[in-house]
């Protein structure tokens, strides 16, 4: 047995580690290190998803055969059936259990006589594994083994989201735009109110990306300086590769018009004009607009065409707000709050609507929210707190509106 003060060594060490490497991947791989050593494994490598090709890769490994680079489809082997179902495995004597494939090894090099691997959880879901080959001493891996490298897979999990590591080899990405060193400062009195310290933010086209963070940490600054309707105190914004941190009056015009289209808590509708108008009074003055009547067909409210703002509920309000944000055929959308005044049911009619924006329309969706049910419906989730990101995570498995509850 290992005893309990040489287990919390160990865990103190990697947390260091995972804290203070500038590289992520060389926390990483000093963190696998102490792990191989602590069960006394003879290679070890961490694996993480890649969403995108359903493909599972290797980040770092030690020992003698070098993997790092190497990925297996999902599914493939014991760590592809780890990292998709998410329960640990543990193979004892390889050479007689049918779950273990060599068609692993004959790719990894490996030559593996017994196995332990166990998913990297984060609240539930699997971002990839850890997997130890083979016992130094030649003998075979154990379930105290196991549970070991189980405790040390949740400490990697925290922190992968604290660090911020996103999962989508983002380098493949172009941005479409690209916030750096974003600040934003307020004057106060003789003093000056510091409310973004240095964003760091990228948001790619088609993506559904939720902004959590506490009230005050400067949410809907950020999404006000996105949306052209606030300046930056100092950093850089880029629009499609271009820098847009100084934008004329005319440029910034034409990008809110044209761009975005925005959705706030209230909805904002002319009370004196119909839903159909309302639309038809934005769409007039953007380039390409789409037929408020189409625009309204697609949040499924063409029957209330005629209807005033004060003949219609509230969650049918925010739909006509998002018609008309719609209607302009912006390439992003920003939403703060936008289900903060609405009931369950009607709120989810609303993220439905959004939804399908996103998986329909193609469009980029920002939305600010307090709520973390609703985060689980983004591709990424953004946290800030005093005025600075601080995680970023990648949902493998974004929930859909309907499969929400709060
Ligand atoms: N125009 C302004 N002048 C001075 N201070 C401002 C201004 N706008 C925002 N602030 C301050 O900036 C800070 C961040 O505000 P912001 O509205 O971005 O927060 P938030 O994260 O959206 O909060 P909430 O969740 O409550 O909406 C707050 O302290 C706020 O008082
Ligand atoms: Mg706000």
Known sequence: MRSNGKKLQAIWRITEQLRTSDQLEDALSNGLEIISDEVGSEEGSLWLKNE??????????????????????????????????????????????????????EETGFKTKSLICVPIKNEGETLGCIQLVNKRDGGLFCDEDLALCEDFASIIAIALEERGYSLIPQTKKTPIISLKNVTKEYKSGDGVLKVLKGIDLDIYENEFL????????????????????????????????????????????????????????????????????????????????MKAEDALDKVGLLSRADNFPSQMSGGQQQRVSIARAIAKRPRLILADEPTAALDFQTGQEVLKVIEDIVKKEGTTVVMITHNVEIAKMANRVIKLKSGKVSSIRTNSHPLTAAELSW
């Open 210 to 289: 939720v902004v959590l963070g506490e009230s005050g940490c400067g949410k809907s600054t950020m999404l006000n300086i996105i949306g052209g309707m606030d300046t930056l105190t100092d950093g850089t914004v880029t629009i499609d590769g271009a820098d847009f941190s100084h934008p004329s009056d005319q440029d910034l015009t034409d990008y809110r018009r044209n761009y975005i289209g925005f959705i706030f808590q209230s909805y904002n509708l002319m009370p004196n004009l119909t839903a159909k108008e309302n639309i038809e009074f934005i769409a007039e003055i953007s380039k390409d607009p």
């Open 52 to 105: 995108d090709e359903k493909r599972l890769c290797a980040i770092v490994n030690v020992g003698s055969t070098s993997i790092a680079g190497i990925s297996i489809a999902y599914g493939q082997g014991i760590a592809g059936s780890v990292a998709v179902d998410g329960t640990s495995v543990i193979v004892e004597d390889c050479t007689k259990d049918e779950r273990f494939s060599s068609s692993v090894d």
